[in-house]
């Protein structure tokens, strides 16, 4: 089982890129989607702040899919679980919140 990669808002997520098209407004969704490789079926979630959110069962190879707002600006670490068997893989995410749009 292997995370082949993960796009946040239709974008393959770097966290040395500027930041700017991964960010949302309160209200408005992340987009995650995550291509998984291997072999028959694995439990992915994202874990913010200890909470499972968007818990689904994904047949490998195959694509863990994941819309998530919230309602108040601020950063958010969030981690993208897969498991299978005992084996656990993550990857990190920052799901940041901007207060107001960008004017300009």
């Known amino acids: 089982m292997k995370i082949k990669f993960v796009q946040l808002n239709g974008l ?3 966290p040395n890129r500027d930041p700017q098209p991964y960010r949302r407004l309160p209200g408005k969704p992340f987009s995650i ?3 998984i490789e291997g072999q028959g079926s694995a439990t992915a979630y ?3 702040d200890g909470e499972r959110h968007c818990e689904k069962t994904v047949s490998l190879p195959g694509y863990y899919d994941c819309e998530i ?3 108040t600006p601020g950063a958010r670490a969030a981690e993208l ?3 299978q068997n ?3 893989l993550t990857e990190f995410l920052l799901l940041d919140v901007e207060a107001h749009a ?3």
């Open 46 to 48: 994202l874990l913010i």
């Open 69 to 71: 707002a919230f309602d």
């Open 33 to 35: 989607r995550a291509a």
């Open 86 to 88: 005992g084996e656990q």
């Open 102 to 104: 960008w004017v300009g």
């Open 81 to 83: 679980v897969v498991e």
């Open 12 to 14: 393959v997520y770097n």
